[in-house]
């Protein structure tokens, strides 16, 4: 359990330090903010889209693990199916996040900021502490 656990925990992570990251790189202009800002027409439908993707995403992710092919994977295996899942079940909600933040610096639309926080408050969710992890793969659901 402790590699699956350690792979998780660096999913869980990356993707928040690279926010962070990114956040610095805009906020001390050390890149350039608002560089698609003026393209109304593609700003509304990834806006759309990134709406559409983070809402649907986030609580399909937060109940993965209870579906079929996931908890028959865990039952089977259950370091592999745990690490397997857990991964996917992090980057549905990392991956949103990662373009809302990128997104809410390029347009300047304050949109992709919500919905970035919101995937920030999510991954407190499904964090991979030791007991989630034990609990998730000795559970019969």
Do not use: H
């Not at 610095?24 to 027409?41: K, T, V």
């Not at 759309?48 to 092919?69: D, N, Q, S, Y």
């Not at 990662?98 to 809410?104: A, M």
């Amino acid at each position: 359990m402790t590699a699956a656990r350690k792979t998780l925990l660096l999913v869980f992570y990356i993707p928040i330090l690279l926010c962070l990251l990114m956040v610095l790189l805009y906020e001390f202009e050390w890149l350039e903010p608002g560089d698609l800002q003026y393209n109304g027409i593609r700003e509304y439908y990834i806006a759309g889209l990134m709406e559409l993707v983070t809402i649907c995403a986030i609580p399909f992710a937060l109940r993965l693990l209870k579906f079929g092919p996931a908890r028959r994977a865990i039952a089977a295996a259950p370091e592999i199916g745990l690490r397997r899942w857990g991964i996917v079940r992090l980057l549905m909600i990392s991956l949103p996040m990662l373009f809302n933040t990128l997104f809410y610096y390029q347009y300047l639309n304050v949109a992709f900021g919500y919905m970035a926080i919101i995937g920030l408050l999510c991954l407190v969710f499904v964090f991979p502490s030791e007991t989630r992890c034990r609990q998730e793969m000795t559970s019969k659901f």
